[in-house]
């Protein structure tokens, strides 16, 4: 509990709050080709974060400009609860397939490791924000504070169209393979090709990240 108390309070104070700002606005200063992404995916037991459900699976996968580094981070994750048919139905984990996998509280410091220093990419990134956050919160750490690009939003840019796409839907207008839809890391898969494919068609490589969080809103950290 102790811990846990110490945790929140260096989650507030100012100075930290400070140094999170200006590491903040260095890596925005950054050119895209010189930035480390990392693009993110989770599975959970359903789709509201705020009402008891739980991640079950999370992916991560590191880039390096637009150029995939070959580093992951891939893990069932124990969700303490029993999942859903209705979740096992998209997403084909069981509650047999994470019954001895690790729970968040034992990855958490693995994740945020993997996180520190990136710009965090996603398909409806606000999803992802959302349960991680709630999964921090709930162990004593802080939410994450990196700055986010969401590949839906880049695509309406690159369209001029209206709406929500799903990873699908996108995957299929950039003729990209749908292999390994619905798992966590094959969803990772696809959302870095669509952010590879759709970035230089909007700005060019040494531009500076701030531009990629321009377009329609695209920094969630608010979610």
Do not use: W
Request: net charge positive.
């Amino acid at each position: 509990m102790r811990d846990r108390l110490r945790q929140l309070v260096s989650a507030v104070n100012p100075r930290t709050l400070r140094d999170n700002a200006r590491r903040r606005k260095q890596l925005l200063r950054q050119p895209v080709e010189r930035t480390r992404f990392v693009v993110v995916d989770l599975e959970t037991t359903g789709l509201n974060a705020y009402a008891g459900d739980s991640i079950v699976s999370v992916a991560m996968a590191e880039y390096s400009g637009l150029a995939a580094t070959g580093r992951q981070f891939v893990s069932l994750v124990n969700p303490e609860r029993a999942i859903p048919q209705t979740a096992t139905a998209i997403h084909g984990i069981r509650d047999a397939d994470v019954v001895n996998a690790p729970r968040f509280s034992d990855l958490v410091d693995q994740i945020e490791a993997f996180l520190r220093g990136a710009v965090m990419v996603g398909h409806h990134i606000g999803f992802d924000l959302r349960f991680l956050n709630m999964g921090l919160r709930g162990v004593g750490h802080r939410p994450l504070v990196n700055p986010v690009v969401d590949t839906m939003v880049l695509f309406l840019e690159y369209t001029q169209q209206l709406g929500h796409y799903t990873l699908d839907e996108v995957a299929r207008q950039l003729s990209i393979d749908a292999a390994g839809r619905h798992s966590a890391a094959g969803d990772v898969r696809m959302t870095g090709e669509i952010f590879r494919r759709l970035c230089p068609l909007l700005m060019k490589p040494h531009e500076p990240v701030a531009r990629l969080l321009r377009f329609r809103g695209a920094d969630d950290l608010k979610l």
